[in-house]
């Protein structure tokens, strides 16, 4: 499996399990130390685990396990390396701290949406209320 594949497939791990603001960070032309970078964001701690377990369970069953993972003692920013493509599942705070996203800036940027998500309604505008006639 190449490594945008994986990539792609770590992201549908990650919505699977409510993730938000998924996206994959193409880094092949500024490092060599990864191809990708996976990173996405969770409300709790609770959610933080379940994405991390269900990504590396999901991987394992393709014959692809972590070759390190740093972060489940704490469950704020846990990280899995599968060397090609490593994998960045932060409690929104964290991720709004380090903002990997802001420095690896120049990397080509691709935003996973959830294909079954229903898109949320834009606000209604309102019209201005009617001036009373002063005779």
């Known amino acids: 499996m190449t490594a945008r594949l994986l990539a792609k497939r770590i992201a549908e791990l990650m919505i699977s399990k409510k993730a938000i603001d998924v996206v994959i960070l193409d880094l092949k032309k500024l490092t060599s130390a990864t191809d990708h970078f996976v990173i996405c964001s969770a409300d709790s701690d609770t959610q933080v ?60 940027r691709t935003e996973v949406q959830d294909p079954l998500a229903v898109p949320k309604p834009e606000p209604k505008k309102r019209r201005a209320a009617k001036k009373p006639i002063k005779k």
């Open 49 to 108: 685990k379940a994405i991390a377990d269900s990504v590396e369970t999901g991987m394992e069953s393709l014959g692809e396990n972590v070759w390190h993972k740093e972060g489940y003692h704490a469950l704020r920013w846990i990280v899995l390396d599968y060397v090609d493509v490593v994998v960045h599942v932060f409690h929104k705070e964290e991720r709004a701290f380090y903002n990997l996203d802001r420095l690896w800036g120049d990397a080509k």
